[in-house]
């Protein structure tokens, strides 16, 4: 469970970076700034990340759940 919940939050970091180098706000690689190209990769890392986030707390949730019951 926890290791969906990092690697969600490493997932939704890493595609938010690549959709602001993709858009050219920020700025320090050559090879991705201001190429579209990668804030369209980011978007999808980043809903990639965010589907594993809901994953582990649905598990969690579930979990926690059961043991109350």
């Given at each position: 469970m926890w290791t969906r919940g990092?690697?969600?939050i490493i997932l939704c970091l890493a595609g938010l970076v690549w959709i602001l180098q993709g858009t050219?706000?920020?700025?320090g690689s050559q090879l991705?700034?201001?190429h579209?190209?990668?804030?369209v990769l980011g978007i999808v890392v980043l809903?990639?990340?965010a589907?594993?986030?809901v994953w582990a707390d649905r598990i969690r949730r579930g979990r926690r759940?059961?043991?109350d019951s």
């Open positions: 990092v690697t969600g050219d706000v920020l700025r991705m700034s201001g579209g190209q990668y804030a809903a990639v990340g589907v594993l986030l759940g059961g043991s």
